[in-house]
């Protein structure tokens, strides 16, 4: 199950992660939250979402989860930065969660499961620690759903650059396709299978979201790891760049993020 997290956490993949909130990335979750909850988010990263869904489910507690202290820090500092009181923190593995049995009423993870190294076992394990009739919420993008406008040759390139990389570090990129077969196969049945997506195309966006990866593609672990491992080399990568920068300034940039998402009753 050993497997590397394929973004790291450098400035630029954080400036995407920070950008997510509840509503744009767990609309089809706060349906389901009730006052009083105890949530578990697993791989929090920053803590944007987790802050939002302490606030919704007040007076009940979130545990914010993470992989590594360090990675756990950066949820402490969004968490002291915005003053909640109702946060818990622990270090953890999301394949051997250390709770008790039926602890939750809800345990939620948003683009976990598509770096995990056994997405089945990891879904059992969220379901053992939520209550008999409690609600595992998973998340995920699917890579090869993304779709983008005009068809740069540069941005085919990345993908598949990303998805080679992704499945060499021990993940699975086109995850969102995947998450009903594995939710049934660790066990659940009563199970609501949905998708939304993320869409980019005015101009603040685009130069957001293309700026971000233009940026990711040389200074972040994916860089890193492409070069290593032969997928690519630096001038691939600042081939890449600048394609994101050319696509983010074209008026007609238009680009969307496909997400799989499942309510699964415990």
């Known amino acids: 199950m050993a497997n590397l997290y394929t973004h790291g956490h450098h400035e630029s993949v954080l400036r995407s992660h920070r950008w997510r909130t509840a509503a744009n990335s767990a609309a089809y979750l706060l349906p389901h939250l009730k006052s009083g909850d105890r949530v578990l988010d697993v791989g929090c990263g920053p803590a944007t979402i987790t802050a939002d869904l302490a606030t919704l489910v007040t007076p009940g507690r979130v545990t914010a989860m993470e992989v590594t202290e360090p990675a756990l820090a950066l949820a402490r500092d969004e968490i002291g930065r915005r003053g909640l009181a109702t946060v818990d923190f622990m270090?953890?593995?999301?394949h051997a969660i250390d709770a008790p049995d039926d602890t939750y009423d809800v345990v939620h993870a948003h683009q976990v499961?598509?770096?995990?190294?056994?997405?089945?076992?990891?879904?059992r394990e969220m379901r053992r620690v939520a209550r008999p009739g409690g609600i595992v919420a998973?998340?995920?993008?699917?890579?090869?759903g993304f779709t983008w406008f005009p068809e740069l040759p540069e941005l085919s390139e990345w993908l598949t650059m990303y998805e080679r990389v992704a499945r060499a570090n021990g993940g699975e990129p086109d995850a969102g396709r995947r998450l009903l077969s594995w939710a049934r196969a660790a066990g659940f049945t009563d199970i609501t299978a949905t998708a939304?997506?993320?869409?980019?195309?005015?101009?603040?966006?685009?130069?957001?979201?293309?700026?971000?990866?233009?940026?990711?593609?040389?200074?972040?672990?994916?860089?890193?790891?492409?070069?290593?491992?032969?997928?690519?080399?630096?001038?691939?990568?600042?081939?890449?760049?600048?394609?994101?920068?050319?696509?983010?300034?074209?008026?007609?940039?238009?680009?969307?993020?496909?997400?799989?998402?499942?309510?699964?009753r415990a």
């Open 91 to 94: 270090v953890g593995d999301v």
């Open 196 to 264: 939304s997506t993320w869409c980019f195309a005015d101009e603040p966006d685009r130069a957001w979201w293309g700026g971000m990866w233009a940026e990711r593609v040389l200074r972040s672990d994916i860089a890193a790891r492409a070069v290593a491992t032969g997928v690519a080399q630096q001038d691939d990568l600042r081939r890449i760049s600048d394609g994101w920068r050319r696509w983010a300034a074209d008026p007609d940039g238009w680009l969307s993020v496909l997400h799989g998402e499942l309510i699964c």
């Open 113 to 123: 499961l598509q770096h995990v190294g056994d997405p089945v076992t990891a879904l």
């Open 138 to 144: 998973v998340r995920d993008g699917d890579y090869a």
